[in-house]
Protein backbone atom coordinates (compact mmCIF):
# COMPACT_ATOMS: atom_id res chain seq x y z
CA UNK A 1 0.00 0.00 0.00
CA UNK A 2 1.07 3.78 -0.62
CA UNK A 3 0.25 7.09 0.16
CA UNK A 4 -0.67 9.16 -2.92
CA UNK A 5 2.67 11.31 -2.52
CA UNK A 6 4.80 8.59 -1.52
CA UNK A 7 5.39 4.94 -2.14
CA UNK A 8 5.61 4.01 1.39
CA UNK A 9 4.67 0.83 3.43
CA UNK A 10 1.92 1.99 5.82
CA UNK A 11 3.54 1.98 9.52
CA UNK A 12 0.98 1.96 12.67
CA UNK A 13 1.13 5.74 13.51
CA UNK A 14 -0.10 6.00 9.79
CA UNK A 15 -3.41 4.04 10.30
CA UNK A 16 -3.93 5.04 13.52
CA UNK A 17 -4.13 8.41 12.25
CA UNK A 18 -6.22 7.05 9.19
CA UNK A 19 -8.91 4.66 11.12
CA UNK A 20 -10.07 6.69 14.14
CA UNK A 21 -13.50 4.55 14.92
CA UNK A 22 -13.04 5.33 18.94
CA UNK A 23 -13.85 8.83 18.13
CA UNK A 24 -17.77 7.93 17.26
CA UNK A 25 -17.97 7.60 21.04
CA UNK A 26 -16.31 10.36 21.65
CA UNK A 27 -17.91 13.18 19.87
CA UNK A 28 -21.80 14.60 20.78
CA UNK A 29 -24.81 12.54 18.96
CA UNK A 30 -26.16 13.80 16.41
CA UNK A 31 -30.08 14.66 17.33
CA UNK A 32 -32.07 11.59 16.38
CA UNK A 33 -35.75 11.19 14.45
CA UNK A 34 -37.19 8.22 15.53
CA UNK A 35 -40.26 8.98 14.07
CA UNK A 36 -38.59 9.04 10.30
CA UNK A 37 -36.54 6.61 10.99
CA UNK A 38 -39.30 4.22 12.00
CA UNK A 39 -41.64 5.40 8.98
CA UNK A 40 -39.06 4.83 6.65
CA UNK A 41 -37.94 1.40 7.92
CA UNK A 42 -40.80 -0.19 8.30
CA UNK A 43 -42.36 0.47 5.30
CA UNK A 44 -38.45 -0.21 3.15
CA UNK A 45 -39.38 -4.02 5.38
CA UNK A 46 -42.69 -4.49 4.00
CA UNK A 47 -41.60 -4.09 0.80
CA UNK A 48 -38.88 -6.32 1.21
CA UNK A 49 -40.86 -9.01 1.58
CA UNK A 50 -42.55 -9.16 -2.01
CA UNK A 51 -39.05 -7.51 -3.88
CA UNK A 52 -36.20 -7.58 -2.50
CA UNK A 53 -33.99 -6.21 -5.04
CA UNK A 54 -35.91 -3.60 -5.40
CA UNK A 55 -35.60 -2.11 -2.43
CA UNK A 56 -31.47 -2.32 -1.60
CA UNK A 57 -30.90 1.03 -3.48
CA UNK A 58 -33.42 2.25 -1.03
CA UNK A 59 -32.03 1.65 1.83
CA UNK A 60 -28.91 2.97 0.84
CA UNK A 61 -30.79 6.21 -0.18
CA UNK A 62 -32.46 6.26 3.67
CA UNK A 63 -28.40 5.62 5.12
CA UNK A 64 -27.04 8.07 3.02
CA UNK A 65 -30.44 10.71 4.25
CA UNK A 66 -30.37 9.53 7.91
CA UNK A 67 -26.92 9.78 8.23
CA UNK A 68 -26.25 13.67 6.48
CA UNK A 69 -23.79 11.78 4.19
CA UNK A 70 -23.02 13.20 0.35
CA UNK A 71 -22.58 9.69 -1.19
CA UNK A 72 -23.74 5.92 -0.21
CA UNK A 73 -23.19 2.18 -1.34
CA UNK A 74 -23.04 -1.79 -0.61
CA UNK A 75 -19.29 -3.31 -1.08
CA UNK A 76 -20.61 -6.67 -1.77
CA UNK A 77 -17.59 -9.46 -1.72
CA UNK A 78 -17.39 -11.46 -4.68
CA UNK A 79 -14.59 -14.63 -4.57
CA UNK A 80 -12.00 -14.00 -7.58
CA UNK A 81 -8.67 -15.77 -8.17
CA UNK A 82 -6.13 -14.26 -5.47
CA UNK A 83 -8.00 -12.61 -2.37
CA UNK A 84 -11.31 -11.88 -3.94
CA UNK A 85 -12.78 -7.88 -4.92
CA UNK A 86 -15.46 -6.30 -3.23
CA UNK A 87 -18.18 -4.29 -5.82
CA UNK A 88 -19.80 -1.20 -5.58
CA UNK A 89 -23.65 -1.26 -5.86
CA UNK A 90 -26.34 0.76 -5.21
CA UNK A 91 -24.53 3.70 -4.72
CA UNK A 92 -25.88 7.19 -4.55
CA UNK A 93 -24.44 10.43 -3.48
CA UNK A 94 -21.04 12.08 -5.48
CA UNK A 95 -20.00 8.34 -6.26
CA UNK A 96 -22.86 6.99 -8.16
CA UNK A 97 -20.36 7.29 -10.92
CA UNK A 98 -18.61 4.69 -9.88
CA UNK A 99 -21.77 1.77 -10.02
CA UNK A 100 -19.70 -1.55 -10.52
CA UNK A 101 -16.85 -0.30 -9.44
CA UNK A 102 -14.31 -3.26 -8.06
CA UNK A 103 -11.97 -2.67 -5.09
CA UNK A 104 -9.09 -4.77 -3.67
CA UNK A 105 -10.28 -6.93 -0.72
CA UNK A 106 -6.78 -6.54 1.51
CA UNK A 107 -5.93 -3.24 0.52
CA UNK A 108 -8.95 -1.22 1.53
CA UNK A 109 -11.13 0.33 4.40
CA UNK A 110 -14.24 -2.50 3.45
CA UNK A 111 -11.48 -4.74 3.84
CA UNK A 112 -10.37 -3.79 7.41
CA UNK A 113 -14.03 -3.64 8.17
CA UNK A 114 -14.50 -7.04 7.48
CA UNK A 115 -11.25 -8.01 9.69
CA UNK A 116 -12.46 -6.24 12.33
CA UNK A 117 -15.91 -7.24 12.38
CA UNK A 118 -17.46 -3.92 13.68
CA UNK A 119 -18.16 -0.48 12.37
CA UNK A 120 -15.50 1.27 11.54
CA UNK A 121 -14.52 5.24 10.56
CA UNK A 122 -11.95 6.46 8.68
CA UNK A 123 -10.51 9.52 7.80
CA UNK A 124 -8.99 10.39 4.48
CA UNK A 125 -8.54 6.66 3.43
CA UNK A 126 -7.03 8.51 -0.73
CA UNK A 127 -3.64 9.45 1.62
CA UNK A 128 -2.77 5.75 1.77
CA UNK A 129 -4.61 3.86 -0.66
CA UNK A 130 -3.66 4.88 -4.09
CA UNK A 131 -6.30 3.26 -5.79
CA UNK A 132 -8.63 5.94 -4.29
CA UNK A 133 -6.52 9.12 -4.76
CA UNK A 134 -5.94 7.60 -8.50
CA UNK A 135 -9.41 8.54 -9.43
CA UNK A 136 -9.30 12.21 -7.57
CA UNK A 137 -11.26 11.13 -4.79
CA UNK A 138 -11.82 13.02 -1.59
CA UNK A 139 -13.14 11.32 1.17
CA UNK A 140 -13.25 13.46 4.56
CA UNK A 141 -14.71 10.39 6.40
CA UNK A 142 -16.50 7.07 5.55
CA UNK A 143 -18.09 5.37 8.16
CA UNK A 144 -18.48 1.23 6.94
CA UNK A 145 -20.37 -1.28 8.56
CA UNK A 146 -20.17 -5.07 7.93
CA UNK A 147 -23.12 -6.84 6.02
CA UNK A 148 -24.19 -10.18 7.25
CA UNK A 149 -25.73 -12.44 4.10
CA UNK A 150 -26.97 -15.61 6.07
CA UNK A 151 -23.45 -16.47 7.50
CA UNK A 152 -21.43 -15.67 11.01
CA UNK A 153 -19.35 -14.04 9.12
CA UNK A 154 -19.40 -10.97 7.18
CA UNK A 155 -19.29 -11.06 3.40
CA UNK A 156 -20.02 -6.96 2.49
CA UNK A 157 -20.62 -3.34 4.09
CA UNK A 158 -22.75 -0.75 4.05
CA UNK A 159 -21.08 2.45 3.60
CA UNK A 160 -21.71 6.31 4.13
CA UNK A 161 -19.40 9.15 3.04
CA UNK A 162 -19.70 12.48 5.14
CA UNK A 163 -19.40 15.81 4.07
CA UNK A 164 -16.53 16.63 6.41
CA UNK A 165 -14.46 15.76 8.77
CA UNK A 166 -15.94 15.19 12.42
CA UNK A 167 -19.48 14.29 11.12
CA UNK A 168 -20.43 10.93 12.28
CA UNK A 169 -20.59 9.95 15.96
CA UNK A 170 -22.03 7.15 17.09
CA UNK A 171 -25.78 7.78 16.38
CA UNK A 172 -24.81 7.40 12.64
CA UNK A 173 -23.54 4.18 13.80
CA UNK A 174 -26.27 2.81 14.89
CA UNK A 175 -28.51 3.63 12.33
CA UNK A 176 -25.78 2.64 9.45
CA UNK A 177 -25.71 -0.62 11.80
CA UNK A 178 -29.32 -1.40 11.69
CA UNK A 179 -29.81 -0.66 7.93
CA UNK A 180 -27.27 -2.93 7.11
CA UNK A 181 -29.48 -5.69 9.31
CA UNK A 182 -32.25 -4.94 6.89
CA UNK A 183 -29.89 -5.52 3.45
CA UNK A 184 -28.33 -8.40 4.77
CA UNK A 185 -31.97 -9.47 4.78
CA UNK A 186 -32.66 -8.66 1.58
CA UNK A 187 -29.23 -10.21 -0.25
CA UNK A 188 -29.85 -13.24 1.73
CA UNK A 189 -33.84 -13.60 0.53
CA UNK A 190 -32.32 -12.57 -3.52
CA UNK A 191 -30.12 -15.33 -3.10
CA UNK A 192 -32.50 -18.02 -1.75
CA UNK A 193 -34.79 -17.18 -4.25
CA UNK A 194 -32.01 -17.33 -7.45
CA UNK A 195 -30.91 -20.76 -5.71
CA UNK A 196 -34.72 -22.25 -5.21
CA UNK A 197 -35.62 -20.72 -9.35
CA UNK A 198 -32.28 -22.67 -10.50
CA UNK A 199 -33.52 -25.58 -8.46
CA UNK A 200 -37.24 -25.76 -9.64
CA UNK A 201 -35.71 -25.24 -13.25
CA UNK A 202 -33.54 -28.44 -12.73
CA UNK A 203 -36.47 -30.18 -11.38
CA UNK A 204 -38.25 -28.92 -14.47
CA UNK A 205 -35.81 -30.26 -16.66
CA UNK A 206 -35.67 -33.73 -15.21
CA UNK A 207 -39.39 -34.17 -15.32
CA UNK A 208 -39.55 -32.84 -18.97
CA UNK A 209 -36.40 -35.88 -19.64
CA UNK A 210 -38.29 -38.19 -17.75
CA UNK A 211 -41.84 -37.63 -19.33
CA UNK A 212 -39.57 -38.24 -23.01
CA UNK A 213 -38.32 -41.21 -21.64
CA UNK A 214 -41.35 -43.22 -20.32
CA UNK A 215 -43.15 -42.44 -23.77
CA UNK A 216 -40.48 -43.92 -25.40
CA UNK A 217 -40.61 -46.90 -23.21
CA UNK A 218 -44.14 -47.24 -23.60
CA UNK A 219 -43.98 -47.32 -27.42
CA UNK A 220 -40.70 -49.59 -26.90
CA UNK A 221 -42.73 -52.21 -24.64
CA UNK A 222 -45.72 -51.67 -27.20
CA UNK A 223 -43.52 -52.80 -29.89
CA UNK A 224 -41.80 -55.79 -28.28
CA UNK A 225 -44.79 -57.42 -27.06
CA UNK A 226 -46.47 -57.20 -30.89
CA UNK A 227 -43.47 -58.40 -32.11
CA UNK A 228 -43.14 -61.19 -29.63
CA UNK A 229 -47.18 -62.44 -30.06
CA UNK A 230 -46.32 -62.78 -33.79
CA UNK A 231 -43.20 -65.26 -33.28
CA UNK A 232 -44.68 -67.08 -29.96
CA UNK A 233 -46.69 -70.58 -30.25
CA UNK A 234 -48.35 -69.81 -26.72
CA UNK A 235 -48.42 -67.39 -23.86
CA UNK A 236 -45.14 -69.35 -22.10
CA UNK A 237 -43.51 -68.65 -25.34
CA UNK A 238 -44.19 -65.06 -25.77
CA UNK A 239 -43.43 -64.31 -21.85
CA UNK A 240 -40.29 -66.15 -22.25
CA UNK A 241 -39.15 -64.30 -25.53
CA UNK A 242 -40.04 -61.11 -23.90
CA UNK A 243 -38.52 -60.81 -21.01
CA UNK A 244 -35.20 -61.92 -22.94
CA UNK A 245 -35.42 -59.17 -25.02
CA UNK A 246 -36.21 -56.77 -21.82
CA UNK A 247 -33.08 -58.38 -20.35
CA UNK A 248 -30.88 -57.54 -23.42
CA UNK A 249 -32.19 -54.01 -23.52
CA UNK A 250 -31.43 -53.32 -20.25
CA UNK A 251 -27.78 -54.88 -20.25
CA UNK A 252 -27.38 -52.27 -23.42
CA UNK A 253 -28.27 -49.40 -20.88
CA UNK A 254 -26.09 -50.30 -18.29
CA UNK A 255 -23.55 -50.71 -20.49
CA UNK A 256 -24.03 -47.73 -21.83
CA UNK A 257 -24.37 -45.79 -18.35
CA UNK A 258 -20.99 -47.37 -17.23
CA UNK A 259 -19.10 -45.39 -20.28
CA UNK A 260 -21.06 -42.33 -19.77
CA UNK A 261 -19.89 -42.56 -16.12
CA UNK A 262 -16.18 -43.33 -17.40
CA UNK A 263 -16.14 -40.27 -19.61
CA UNK A 264 -16.89 -38.22 -16.53
CA UNK A 265 -20.77 -37.45 -16.79
CA UNK A 266 -21.75 -34.45 -15.36
CA UNK A 267 -24.05 -35.69 -12.01
CA UNK A 268 -25.54 -32.50 -10.28
CA UNK A 269 -27.99 -32.37 -7.66
CA UNK A 270 -30.25 -30.09 -5.76
CA UNK A 271 -30.69 -29.94 -1.93
CA UNK A 272 -33.30 -28.36 -1.16
CA UNK A 273 -32.57 -27.90 2.54
CA UNK A 274 -29.67 -26.18 1.69
CA UNK A 275 -31.87 -23.46 0.42
Given amino acids: MASSTADAVIDKSTLSDIYITDALTERPLTPANPSREKEAVLGLAAAMADRPAEVLPDFVALAMELTGATSAGLSLFEEQPGDGVFRWRHLHGMLSPFEDALTPRMDSPCGVTLDQNRPVLARHPEQIYDWISAH ?68 EIIAREMSHRLKNLFAMTDGLIRSSARGADNVDDMAEALSGRLHALADAHALVQRKATALGSDDRSIDLADL
Avoid at 144 to 157: D, F, K
Avoid at 162 to 175: C, D, L, T
Avoid at 177 to 197: D, H, N, P, W
Wanted: charged residues 20%; aromatic residues 8%.
Fill in 136 to 203: DIIVPEVLLVPLYIGSAEPLGTLWVVAPEVGHFNAEHARITAELAGFVGSALKMIRTETRLRFALDEQ
